[in-house]
């Protein structure tokens, strides 16, 4: 089986196996276990399809390992509006702040900017005879929506991600403080 979350490693095997370069029991095995190990070295979060399985509601799984779409106005977080962090549903890494979340009209959570840097990894997805921007969770490689350039400024961009796909987690009240103590 060719993994669908990685599109390039498809092209390449079916290529190779077109070829005559490579077996197709050597394309049903994926990449390369050394590739794998280094995933998991840095920080990634690599499970099996069972774990996935085992971890993950099956709307959790849909969108995130089988890279679905929840219907418009149907999550959870379309009209959030109160104030913390959107964390990715698979791993936990914090993808977005409502800071950075407005009002698309589309349906779906709509971010004009990652909470960070490197948060999500953005890929080219044709799965639907159209070229869009996949958007994924840079430690787990779940599936989380696509982002446009149909934003809002400062960054022009759209990131229409999937709820199902978040996790949301609002602020920690402050820890009250304990008076000090006077000096004698």
Not at 44 to 55: M, N, S, Y
Not at 107 to 126: L, M, N
Request: positive net charge; hydrophobic residues 35%; proline residues 8%.
């Amino acid at each position: 089986m060719i993994r669908k979350f990685c599109p390039q490693w498809g092209l390449i095997a079916v290529g190779l196996w077109v070829m005559g370069c490579a077996s197709p029991s050597a394309l049903s095995a994926g990449p390369p276990a050394s590739n794998t190990k280094q995933k998991a070295a840095a920080g990634k979060v690599v499970k099996t399809e069972a774990e996935w399985r085992k971890a993950l509601t099956p709307a959790q799984y849909e969108v995130l390992r089988d890279k679905g779409t929840e219907r418009a106005f149907t999550g959870t977080y379309w009209n959030n509006h109160e104030e913390g962090a959107y964390r990715c549903a698979g791993c936990g890494l914090p993808l977005f702040h409502s800071k950075q979340k407005f009002e698309s009209g589309t349906g779906w959570p709509s971010f004009w900017q990652p909470v960070q840097k490197g948060a999500v990894i953005s890929h080219e997805d044709t799965s639907l005879g159209s070229v869009r921007t996949e958007v994924v969770c840079s430690r787990c490689g779940g599936h989380l929506g696509h982002v446009f350039d149909d934003g809002p400024q400062p960054t022009g961009l759209r990131y229409c991600i999937n709820s199902v796909s978040l996790k949301f987690e609002k602020p920690k009240p402050p820890t009250p403080k304990a008076p000090a103590k006077k000096k004698a």
